[in-house]
C-alpha cells in the first residue's frame, strides 16, 4: 500500500495551494479518503473527508476554504486550499480507511504546507 502527497509548498496568507494523494494497493472504490495534518507541537488533526459514494465532511476550521475531492478512476485524491492562513501550516497527510474493515487504515508520508504572514 502506498499514499503518495505531493503539493505542499511555502505560499503567502490568502494564496491557495492544491495537494495531490496518488493511491496504490488498495481496493481506492472502498476506502474514504481524507486528509489530516499535524503542526508542529499539536497532534495530528482531521481537515477533511470524502466517502467513496462522495459524501464530504470538513473540519470546521476550513469549511469554505478547503475543497476536497477524488478520482476513482485515477486513485487520486485531492485538497484544493484557498485563502490559506498562517494557521493552516503543518504536514498534511492522506489517509484512506477502508469502510468494510476499520484495520484497513493507511498513512502517507505528508507534505509540507507553510503560510506565511
Known amino acids: 500500500v502506498q499514499l503518495q502527497a505531493s503539493g505542499g509548498g511555502l505560499v503567502q496568507a490568502g494564496g491557495s495551494l492544491r495537494l495531490t494523494c496518488a493511491a496504490s494497493?488498495?481496493?481506492?472504490?472502498?476506502?474514504?479518503m481524507a486528509w489530516y495534518r499535524q503542526a508542529p507541537g499539536n497532534q495530528r488533526e482531521f481537515v477533511a473527508a470524502?466517502?467513496?459514494?462522495?459524501?464530504?465532511t470538513y473540519a470546521d476550521s476550513v469549511k469554505g476554504r478547503f475543497t476536497i475531492s477524488r478520482d476513482n478512476a485515477k486513485n487520486m485524491v485531492y485538497l484544493q486550499m484557498n485563502s490559506l492562513k498562517p494557521e493552516d501550516t503543518a504536514v498534511y497527510y492522506c489517509?484512506?480507511?477502508?469502510?468494510?474493515?476499520?484495520?484497513?487504515?493507511?498513512w502517507g508520508k505528508g507534505t509540507l504546507v507553510t503560510v506565511s504572514s
Open positions: 494497493g488498495i481496493s481506492f472504490n472502498v476506502n474514504t
Open positions: 489517509n484512506a480507511q477502508n469502510r468494510y474493515v476499520t484495520a484497513m487504515s493507511y
Open positions: 470524502i466517502a467513496s459514494g462522495g459524501i464530504i
